[in-house]
């Protein structure tokens, strides 16, 4: 590797940093706001304690695309789904943002990962289909475990991500766990009022 690869490596590394600062909706268990890099790492530890009841699915595959599933977001950062727009591609505006973020890392780096990032946006394989499954649910699983504001819409999640959480009888069991303590979160929450 020589050094303007290194260099543009580097700067990648540099950029990607953005997502140890970029905020989610979501919050930790001690009320902070959570960042897209520790959504990153709790989806990544999500895929690894589940490997072994997926013997089918390509695990190194699978980690690469949780690692890379939100990077676009380093730039453009997190669009909550409860604050999409109708009518407007979150998933066009963080591809571009994908591949300005990718711009300095020599092409045989950048073509893999935004081929990944877009089998991953389609949920065009297995792996696909199960990380963005683990995706939605790490995010309902902070939600009901974080340290939200007393407007917080816990009811928001018994809808979000069912396409990708339905199929898989595991994923199913998970949901269906996360659905009763969303219940129970959303009922705590509304005696407060």
């Known amino acids: 590797m020589n050094t303007a690869e290194l260099d543009g490596i580097l700067e990648f590394l540099r950029h990607a940093e953005r997502l140890k600062i970029e905020t989610r909706t979501a919050f930790t268990s001690e009320g902070i706001r959570e960042t897209v890099a520790e959504h990153t790492w709790r989806l990544c530890l999500m895929s690894l304690v589940f490997e072994d009841n997926f013997p089918d699915i390509n695990y190194s595959k699978l980690v690469k695309m949780c690692i890379i599933h939100d990077l676009g977001e380093a730039i453009g950062g997190d669009i909550p789904a409860i604050e999409q727009e109708a009518g407007k591609s979150k998933s066009a505006e963080e ?46 699983l902070q939600h ?30 998970i949901r269906k766990i996360l659905d009763r303590d969303t219940e129970e979160r959303a009922n705590e929450s509304a005696t407060k009022k």
Request: charge should be negative; aromatic fraction near 10%; avoid cysteine.
């Open 95 to 140: 591809r571009e943002d994908l591949v300005t973020l990718l711009q300095p890392l020599p092409e045989r780096l950048q073509k893999p990962i935004l081929q990944l990032w877009d089998e991953y946006e389609e949920a065009a394989s297995p792996e696909a289909k199960l990380a963005k499954g683990l995706d939605k649910l790490e995010t309902i």
């Open 144 to 173: 009901n475990q974080g340290k939200n504001p007393p407007d917080f819409d816990y009811r928001f999640n018994l809808d979000y991500g069912k396409s990708f959480t339905t199929e898989d009888p595991l994923i199913a069991s």
